[in-house]
């Protein structure tokens, strides 16, 4: 993962570097549009790659994503960190969903800790599949793009 962070980095230097403030404002505003799907998109293909690990922590960060847009858009109070067990259960006491989503939610959030912390033997590629498939239906089921 540190080398494409890296091949990143060195790609904005490289758009940047160049003097030119036009490329580097449609990067930027590109960035600001990008839907959450886009997390779900690359985990999508880190699955293919075989790298499932990894498209456990962009499905969570998906979810995460997911989440605050939910809170901002039922303008849910969140404190200055928001932890996704903190928006899972107050968006689920206001109703947004039921009881058994925000179980489901939780066990997903679970798994992606498990990713985040390098606990691999806990993180098969099935679950991630199943996880994928979740978030994304999710993503649709609760979101208005």
Same mark, same amino acid.
């Given at each position: 993962?540190?080398?494409?962070?890296?091949?990143?980095?060195?790609?904005? &230097?490289?758009?940047? %570097?160049?003097?030119?403030? #036009?490329?580097?404002?449609?990067?930027?505003?590109?960035?600001?549009?990008?839907?959450?799907?886009?997390?779900?998109?690359?985990?999508?293909?880190?699955?293919? =790659?075989?790298?499932? *690990?990894?498209?456990?922590?962009?499905?969570?960060? $998906?979810? +995460?994503?997911?989440? *605050? /847009?939910?809170?901002? +858009?039922? /303008?849910?109070? !969140?404190?200055?960190?928001?932890? @996704?067990?903190? =928006?899972?259960? /107050?968006?689920? *006491? =206001?109703? #947004?969903?039921?009881? *058994? @989503?925000?179980?489901?939610?939780?066990?997903?959030?679970? !798994?992606?800790?498990?990713?985040?912390?390098?606990?691999?033997?806990?993180?098969? &590629?099935?679950?991630?599949?199943?996880?994928? %498939?979740?978030?994304?239906?999710?993503?649709? /089921?609760?979101? $208005?793009?």
């Amino acid at each position: 993962m540190w080398i494409e962070i890296t091949l990143g980095v060195a790609a904005l &230097k490289s758009v940047w %570097g160049f003097g030119s403030t #036009v490329a580097a404002d449609e990067t930027g505003t590109m960035a600001s549009t990008l839907p959450d799907g886009d997390y779900l998109a690359d985990a999508e293909s880190y699955i293919h =790659m075989g790298r499932h *690990q990894s498209a456990a922590i962009l499905a969570g960060d $998906a979810l +995460e994503a997911t989440l *605050q /847009r939910l809170c901002k +858009e039922y /303008r849910v109070a !969140l404190p200055s960190k928001p932890t @996704v067990d903190g =928006m899972n259960a /107050r968006l689920a *006491q =206001m109703g #947004v969903y039921d009881s *058994q @989503v925000e179980q489901r939610l939780s066990e997903l959030q679970s !798994l992606w800790e498990k990713a985040n912390c390098g606990l691999w033997s806990e993180v098969s &590629k099935a679950d991630v599949e199943t996880m994928l %498939g979740e978030v994304r239906a999710f993503v649709s /089921r609760h979101v $208005a793009y």
